[in-house]
């Protein structure tokens, strides 16, 4: 068995809504059956039992090799704990060669399933051993290093559960909710409201206190001290017990508490000065430690929090009740886990020899034994939920320190008895305000409830019945996709939007290129999404790109599907039919959101099929306002976009809009019909988003696709008298596209200049020239700058072969270089003659193009 071509499917993809890995497993004849292997399922089952049925309950048919990874790789990862339900293995056209697709909640760690599962297949293969146990504590350990941590794990849930869509941007902690203009970004607690002056204030102590105590919150007095006899001197100027700590510390780090002696100064001014050298000198509030959560104006949160500690029983010393504590499965090292694990370092010696206890000591049954002074979670400490028991007074002056720092999340730190009282009444204090609080303690405390506070983050960021979303508009089809998108991005933006666009020929924001080339795939989309300065999104979204990656969205407002054509880079990537090719292209209407809309052309029988796999409403469009699709669904009182006469009229029920087709300058008059279905289908888009109708008639009626504003779409220009057209077309149906409209042009002589991409079957570069043959005079074949992998001369070949029985052109030339070829062209032309420039470098070409009519 070999696995090769590994995918990460990052988005809704041909397969399904999860991300996934998909693999290429190429299987020996023996493994295309594991019956055929002797003793292989019974060896794979000893050595991971869990795997469950291979096969469904009634089912006999042959299991293969790949079908054994699959289940293996999902199997590994839910034994690692990863929330993974979907895989799948698909016979591709090759014999003994399967597509492998298995659902990951972490990339790194669905790659490194795949891998162990193979391993495992190869070891029950080969009757070798097989670690189980160490395959899945690696899964785990990958999960727990790459998953986000708990706190901002618990905001992308809250977010999740809204509909708002996420991104993390780095491998870390920061997160983008929403998209364009409507994003939010978070780093763990923090948010892109949080000031950094306020997390530099929260973060110097002495500064901290001076500001609170300015606002009447109560602080611990104290100073910043010089050194240790500084400090010592500070501790005899507060008179009694102290806290020593830096002043820029966080996470209970270097903290000393409850310190009275020289001594105990001293030692505890060294280990503050091992984390900073500014360090601060303050009373010692007798009571206990809370942290107040503030989100906005709200304290939405409070936990008590205590020290590391241990309960004796009389039969085990210190180290072991230590170890017995730190079994328990919700502590962990970090912060991945809802606890940490109590160290017996330094700190938590001395702590012991302050109540006469050693590591080895065995304390009496119930004798309570504190492992460190203060009680920071980080630090192995527990917490218990008083959300409830906050006294207002209490909340109000938490929500008046954190507003005092200026901070939209704030963890505020208090020392009293209890927080059913004002801290005034009982002598407390606020002793630290926390810029990126930790969540851990609220969301699953020790003791109590946990609280929502992700979902009151999430609250402070988006109002109620704010989703973060901009509208998408996704385009699918194998020719007029980018004119579509062009025309739905010019009417939005007459609509005052802010439009992002993704084309074949670039990504383009407010109507300025930000990059060139094909970026019709998932990586522009995300470009495009993750503008500041976009309110709308519209996306042509190219099979390869699916197929590569899935889908940069969770769901679009209005999916677009033109038509499915033959000869659309059939013969890639496993997608051998137009049939297989419509499965790829359904699947932007098929992640439609229940409110939107899929525009999909009446007259494509595979594209109509489409409305069955659609959760939103449909709109379907064709020039023929009476075929069955148009006729039934109309009769429906649903919505509908044809051709009336003169007019293309969008009609629902017994309402109907009517645009003349004189007013759309691109269909001129209704003789361009490719243009005018492009029309149609972005007219159908547009009354989906809800646009104004003179809105859209004022943005068909100045909708210009020249090569300025349309590359390569049925740009016109005049020559000496003749009419030049330059197109991308570059598929049979295309061509067929083009050869009827020119049909409605007046002409002598026609020309057609014409290349064949590569990466086409043989029969669909034939089937270009077969169509040009039997319109144009004279045929000018050149060679493509990029053979994608075909021989030189192979291609034009293949086009001289489909020229042989044709009907109307006289002359065939070969003509080496793309410019050259229409160079040749042009030298041929004579008034009213007309030339077809099937161009290859769409901008180099055009650009040679207008230089050559401007030289006239």
């Known amino acids: 068995m070999e696995v090769s071509r590994i995918r990460a499917l990052r988005g809704p993809n041909l397969w399904s809504r999860h991300t996934a890995i998909e693999a290429i497993i190429s299987c020996t004849e023996a493994e295309c059956s594991i019956r055929d292997i002797p003793g292989f399922e019974a060896r794979l089952r000893a050595r991971f039992p869990e795997i469950g049925s291979l096969q469904p309950a009634g089912h006999e048919d042959a299991i293969s090799m790949a079908q054994a990874l699959e289940l293996a790789a999902l199997g590994l990862q839910a034994q690692a704990g990863c929330p993974v339900t979907f895989s799948e ?34 070891a029950a293969t080969e009757d070798q051993p097989y670690d189980l146990s160490a395959a899945i504590s690696r899964l785990r350990d990958l999960d727990e290093d790459l998953r986000l941590g708990p706190s901002t794990g618990a905001i992308v849930q809250a977010a999740t559960a809204r509909g708002i869509p996420h991104r993390r941007l780095t491998s870390g902690s920061l997160v983008q909710f929403g998209w364009g203009s409507r994003q939010r970004r978070i780093q763990a607690a923090e948010t892109d409201r949080t000031s950094a002056i306020a997390e530099a204030i929260a973060q110097d102590k002495d500064l901290t206190k001076k500001l609170l105590d300015a606002a009447g919150v109560p602080v611990p007095y104290g100073r910043p001290v010089s050194d240790a006899e500084d400090a010592w001197a500070a501790t005899r100027e507060i008179g009694g017990a102290v806290v020593i700590k830096p002043c820029d510390g966080n996470q209970g780090k270097g903290v000393a508490v409850n310190l009275e002696t020289r ?26 430690d809370f942290r107040l959560l503030v989100v906005g104006k709200n304290v939405v949160a409070a936990a008590r929090r205590d020290p590391p500690q241990v309960i004796g029983d009389g039969v085990h010393a210190i180290s072991e009740l230590v170890e017995m504590v730190n079994s328990d499965p919700r502590r962990g090292e970090g912060h991945a886990t809802s606890l940490t694990k109590i160290r017996l370092d330094d700190i938590a010696i001395a702590t012991l020899a302050k109540q006469d206890y050693q590591t080895h000591s065995v304390p009496a049954k119930g004798a309570l034994v504190n492992l460190r002074n203060n009680a920071n979670l980080s630090t192995g400490g527990s917490a218990t939920d008083v959300t409830d028991d906050v006294h207002p007074e209490l909340a109000a002056r938490a929500v008046a320190a954190a507003q005092m720092i200026g901070l939209d999340i704030c963890g505020v730190d208090v020392v009293c008895d209890n927080v059913h009282k004002p801290l005034e009444e009982q002598g407390g204090a606020v002793i630290e305000t926390n810029a990126a609080p930790g969540l851990r303690m609220h969301l699953q405390p020790s003791f109590g409830k946990g609280r929502p506070v992700g979902e009151a983050i999430v609250s402070s960021l988006f109002a109620d019945r704010d989703d973060g979303r901009i509208p998408v508009v996704a385009v699918a089809g194998t020719n007029g996709k980018t004119t579509t998108v062009r025309l739905i991005a010019h009417l939005q933006t007459l609509s005052g939007l802010r439009v992002g666009m993704t084309n074949s020929d670039g990504v383009y924001i407010e109507g300025q290129r930000i990059d060139t080339g094909d970026c019709s795939g998932p990586k522009s989309a995300r470009t495009v999404l993750l503008h500041p300065d976009v309110d709308a999104a519209v996306l042509e979204t190219a099979r390869g790109g699916i197929l590569r990656e899935g889908l940069a969205f969770d769901r679009c407002n209005v999916a677009v599907v033109t038509n499915i054509g033959v000869g659309d880079h059939l013969g890639l990537s496993y997608i051998s039919t137009t049939e297989d090719l419509a499965v790829v292209k359904r699947v932007i209407a098929e992640n439609v959101a229940p409110h939107g809309v899929a525009v999909l052309n009446a007259t494509d029988p595979m594209v109509s099929r489409m409305a069955d796999s659609c959760p939103g409403s449909i709109t379907f469009f064709a020039s023929d306002r009476q075929h069955p699709v148009m006729a039934t669904h109309r009769a429906r009182g649903q919505r509908v976009v044809y051709v009336d006469g003169d007019a293309i009229v969008a009609a629902e029920g017994s309402t109907e809009y009517r645009i003349a087709l004189a007013e759309i300058p691109i269909t001129r008059n209704g003789t361009i019909g490719f243009q005018v279905e492009n029309a149609m289908a972005a007219m159908a888009a547009a009354w989906a988003l809800g646009l104004d109708w003179e809105i859209i008639r004022t943005g068909l009626s100045t909708f210009i696709n020249d090569a300025q504003t349309a590359p390569g779409r049925f740009n016109l220009f005049s020559y000496r008298g003749a009419t030049l057209i330059a197109d991308y077309g570059h598929n049979p149906d295309a061509i067929l596209a083009l050869v009827r409209a020119i049909e409605n042009l007046p002409s002598k002589q026609r020309i057609v200049v014409i290349s064949g991409a590569g990466d086409r079957r043989d029969i669909d570069i034939r089937q270009q020239t077969e169509i040009l043959g039997d319109a144009f005079d004279k045929v000018i074949l050149y060679q493509d700058q990029c053979q994608r992998g075909r021989a030189d001369g192979e291609v034009l070949a293949l086009l001289q072969q489909g020229l042989v029985n044709a009907r109307r052109a006289t002359s065939i030339e070969e003509i080496r270089g793309e410019f050259l070829a229409i160079d040749a062209a042009l030298a041929c032309l004579e008034p009213e003659d007309l030339c077809l420039i099937l161009i290859d470098q769409v901008d180099e070409a055009l650009a040679h193009i207008a230089k050559r009519v401007a030289e006239t």
């Open 263 to 288: 001594e105990q100064v001293l030692a505890g001014y060294a280990t503050a000065a091992e984390i900073s050298a500014e360090i601060i000198v303050e009373r010692y509030i007798p009571g206990f």
């Open 89 to 122: 293995t698909s016979q591709t056209v090759e014999t003994g060669v399967y597509q492998v697709v298995v659902e990951y909640s972490e990339e790194g760690v669905g790659r490194a399933a795949l891998e162990l599962a193979a391993e495992l297949c190869r």
